[in-house]
């Protein structure tokens, strides 16, 4: 048993439970620890062009969300803002609470190695073998050789390619390369996975295991947001889903279809 003083949580909880005034949050409604907040954001290229208007985007611990919305609509901008690959022009981005915006430089590896991301065209190492692609992202961030085979191996089972691990890139089929580019992207234990379009060169077939994939890791603890344009994956597999249209938040629906349903 717990050392629990009277005075301490269980006494607490239970009069929240039976307080059912309006100045105390029921207890199945508090939130889940937010990942991922963009606040007010706005974001405008040097060429003018405006990517995003005013978006709010909340992604709280576990979930799983699609981004979806036509080619244009600001998805691979979202993305970049997480990254920090560009800068919000107005509003706020926050992983983990943290204000990217206003992140040291210095800082910056270490936030970016709680996102692992994937993209379309996977861009791996072509002269590397697969258990060497996945390694090369540990070995830049200074891990030991004795740490880094362990780990190479365990996200290698992870993904199923514990058998290709000595082929090049060149020697994969597509979805075998995409496999190869999530398991790097899962080797520094990422609190976030984002994948902008990660079956979009792939075949329908190759694309469903890879989205089995995605919610397996998403089943292991790790928050998941994908950028997509296949309708039929996203509808059939009912999550989150955030729809942007011209860089506005036009949907936000749990458990919902790829096009409005009414
Ligand atoms: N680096 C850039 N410079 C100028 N305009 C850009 C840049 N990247 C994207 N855009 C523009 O921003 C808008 C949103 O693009 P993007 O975020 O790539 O959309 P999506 O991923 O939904 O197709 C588009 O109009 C696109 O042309
Ligand atoms: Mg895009």
Redesign the pocket.
Known sequence: MAMVSPATSESKLSQNRRAGAADRQPLDSIPARIVLAMQGVTKS?P?G?V?LRGVDLIIPEGDFVFLV?P???????VIKLLIRDELPTKGLVLLDGRDLGRLKRRDVPKIRRRIGVVFQDFKLLPNKTVRDNVGFALEVTGTRHRDIVPAVDRVLRVVGLTGQADQLPGQLSGGEQQRTAIARALVHNPRLFIADEPTGNLDPVISWEIIQLLLRINELGVTVLM?THNAEVVTAVRKRVVA?ENGRIVRDEVGAAYHRED
Do not use: D, E, H, I
């Open positions: 290229y060429n062009r990517a919305g080619s244009g609509a600001g998805k691979s901008t950028a942007l």
